[in-house]
């Protein structure tokens, strides 16, 4: 489930600047899950790294032959995250990291992802702030989007009530280098000639900080009390 363009975050840091905090926080969240959605992230790391504790089986569709994977029962689907092609209530978690500030109207594919999950299922977001890598802040800033650290928990809330944040605000990447200060722009959708001349104005190395949050929200239960 993704939309185009949409970038993850691997488990650790790298030269090129991408830090992976938020992958590894939402692997937490989804430990004990069966059924996992993970919207945006093709390669399935989540339940790569949670087969030994519970498998992540996600719906039908093209299977992926990787072979990190082999061991996972998980399928590929590609979809429209804001016309999610499942039945209510068919996952009992559901993670969309860095993909929905991709989307014209996050809100729609919040409110999809409500719909899939079943009651007390969990849903985990995360998003870069408007206020990320403010040591570049002379040469890009991030371009102003739908679902991001400072909008996002109250996007959510609004669908799910309740939600709990965690931010993240450190200096997280280091680019020794200014080829490495352009590939970090390259990654941000900067244009490469743009971000060789952006990269020129920038002293090396350089530690930049990073910004953003992971929201985590729970389905209302829908079962009846006696």
Same mark, same amino acid.
């Not at 030269?15 to 969240?29: C, Y």
């Not at 996992?36 to 399935?44: D, F, L, T």
């Not at 016309?83 to 993670?95: G, M, T």
């Not at 299922?121 to 991001?148: C, I, K, N």
């Given at each position: 489930l ?9 488990a ?7 830090p992976g905090?938020?992958v590894?926080?939402? @692997?937490r969240? !989804? @430990? ?6 993970s919207a =945006?992230?093709?390669?399935g ?5 949670l ?9 039908? &569709? ?6 990190c994977?082999?061991p996972i029962?998980?399928? !590929? ?6 016309a ?10 559901v $993670?969309?990291?860095?993909?929905l500030?991709?989307l014209?109207?996050?809100?729609? #594919?919040? =409110?999809?992802?409500?719909? $899939? ?8 977001? #995360?998003?870069a ?6 040591? !570049?802040?002379?040469v890009?800033?991030p371009?102003?989007? &739908?679902?991001?650290a400072?909008?996002?928990?109250g996007?959510v ?5 309740? $939600? ?5 605000d450190?200096?997280l ?5 200014r ?5 970090? !722009? ?23 900080t990073?910004?953003?949050?992971l929201?985590?929200? @729970?389905? #209302? ?6």
């Amino acid at each position: 489930l993704a939309a185009p363009g949409s970038t993850t975050a691997p488990a650790r840091p790298s030269r090129r600047g991408r830090p992976g905090g938020a992958v590894p926080e939402a @692997r937490r969240t !989804l @430990r004990g899950r069966r059924n996992v959605a993970s919207a =945006g992230y093709w390669r399935g790391d989540h339940a790569v790294r949670l087969r030994r504790r519970s498998p992540a089986v996600p719906p039908g &569709g093209e299977a992926d032959p990787a072979p990190c994977c082999a061991p996972i029962r998980r399928r !590929l689907v590609h979809a429209d995250a804001t016309a999610l092609p499942f039945l209510a209530e068919r996952f009992d978690a559901v $993670v969309a990291v860095n993909v929905l500030d991709h989307l014209a109207d996050p809100a729609v #594919a919040v =409110g999809e992802a409500h719909r $899939v999950l079943t009651s007390e299922g969990s849903f985990v977001a #995360a998003s870069a702030s408007r206020h990320d890598s403010p040591e !570049l802040a002379h040469v890009w800033r991030p371009a102003p989007v &739908g679902f991001d650290a400072e909008d996002a928990p109250g996007l959510v809330a609004s669908v799910f009530g309740q $939600v709990r944040v965690e931010r993240w605000d450190a200096p997280l990447v280091r680019l020794p280098d200014r080829d490495a200060v352009r590939d970090y !722009l390259i990654a941000r959708f900067v244009p490469p000639e743009v971000a060789v001349a952006a990269a020129e104005q920038v002293i090396t190395p350089a530690t930049i900080t990073k910004r953003g949050a992971l929201i985590h929200a @729970r389905k #209302a239960s829908t079962r009846l009390t006696s």
